[in-house]
């Protein structure tokens, strides 16, 4: 079955006691492999045939979806329509256990076992329309494949086991690498991995540009008359950090919370005004709509729509303009303030839980009005920052 599955045809024929069976191959809904096979309506009788230690008997004009796991192997197996085909438990067989005799170098057998003959292999057939599978016939009613021997020492041997009682399920060996962050990923992605866990934390950092600020108003000394009242400072280039934590409730929607910090130095702005030792710090605390177009070319292109607070800070080490009326503005305060972003970015994955990621974040508040202490409030204007963030996404 794993090698009708890696044949580039979707639909083959299958040549089972004379019979032709039409056998084609996909996915369902979950992204696992499936096996379709039917028998049509003109056929005589029923095909019949031994399949994972099963008997099945598919009548004219039914069908067989047979679904494998992860290692091509059968998960479950159902008729179409319900009811038609009949799948039992298989007869139970005891096969020879060969051996080498240490003495002549020679494969023997143990006695109390039953031979059983090789099987006979798998052919296809070179016809462009159709590729025919012989199967080694096991009996009038019933085909089976069987594989070779694996020669074991004689007293690793297994011992045959009691006729009269069940045949028991043999375990499944899982191989594999589940570590995290789990498999690297092959592009385009197959199908059994596009799904992806749900939760998430997203960490980015990256450089901040704030645009330049209005000083509003001063209530202090020299109060509306402060000449500056309505000049301009500016920031240099600074760094912001970013965490997200969020869920997706579908494959395109989802929600997340996001914080972090951003810190950018300040500097004069305006012909007579000087700055020195002054900074501007904001936190985001934000709740989130996320929204991202899911595919198998591993980017993923995602837009974010945030609102919520930021906590402004100002530490201002002097302000000085050379006008009349000036108080020189220093001091340290902060306020609260309402907040609202805007992230537009792409999502690159490298493994089944860990993506690269890279973003432009537009984010603002209000108008932030700072006690700086000594009698001095200021109101800044709104402040405008524009981010560019490399991160990585982590999935569990």
């Known amino acids: 079955m794993a090698d009708l599955v890696k044949q580039g045809t979707p639909r083959q024929s299958v040549n089972c006691h004379g019979q032709s069976l039409n056998v084609s191959y996909g996915s369902n809904s979950s992204g696992k492999k499936t096996i379709l096979i039917s028998l049509p309506k003109s056929a005589g009788t029923a095909a019949d045939f031994v399949l994972s230690g099963k008997n099945v008997s598919i009548p004219p004009g039914s069908s067989l979806r047979i679904t494998l796991d992860g290692l091509n192997q059968p998960e479950r197996m159902e008729g179409a329509p319900a009811g038609s085909v009949s799948i039992s438990r298989g007869p139970s067989a005891v096969a020879a256990v060969p051996d080498i005799d240490p003495a002549t170098s020679e494969l023997k057998k143990s ?15 070179d016809s462009p329309d159709s590729q025919t599978m012989g199967i080694s016939q096991k009996n009038s009613s019933a085909t089976e494949l069987n594989s070779a021997p694996v020669p074991v020492s004689e007293e690793k041997a297994n011992p ?10 043999q375990p499944m060996e899982v191989q594999g690498d589940f570590s995290w962050p789990g498999k690297f990923l092959a592009h385009p ?111 993923l292109p995602y837009i974010n729509f945030g609102f919520g607070g930021g906590w402004n800070y100002f530490n201002i080490g002097s302000i000085n303009y050379n006008g009349p009326n000036f108080t020189t503005l220093s001091g340290s305060g902060n306020d609260m303030n309402n907040a609202y972003q805007i992230a537009a970015g792409i999502r690159y994955r490298l493994y089944d839980q860990l993506s690269l990621t890279l973003a432009y974040k537009f984010y603002g508040t209000s108008q932030p009005t700072v006690d700086m202490g000594d009698s001095q409030q200021v109101t800044f204007g709104s402040p405008v920052t524009n981010s560019i963030e490399i991160g990585g996404n982590f999935s569990f």
């Open 160 to 169: 045959a086991p009691n006729p009269s009682a069940p045949a028991l399920p």
């Open 111 to 125: 006695a109390s076992a039953a031979p059983v003959p090789p099987a006979k292999p798998i052919e296809f057939s």
């Open 189 to 299: 992605i197959p199908t059994e991995q596009l799904e992806e866990d749900k939760f998430y934390i997203r960490t980015e950092g990256g450089a901040r540009f704030v645009s330049s600020m209005n000083i509003v108003n001063v209530v202090g000394p020299n109060g509306p008359s402060n000449s500056v009242i309505e000049k301009e400072i500016a920031f240099s280039t600074g760094y912001r950090q970013d965490i997200d934590a969020g869920v997706w409730l579908t494959d395109w929607f989802g929600l997340a919370v996001e914080t972090g910090f951003a810190l950018n130095a300040i500097r004069g702005n305006t012909q007579g005004m000087t700055v020195s030792s002054s900074t501007y710090w904001s936190i985001p605390i934000m709740a989130q709509l996320c929204f991202q177009y899911p595919n198998d070319s591993g980017f």
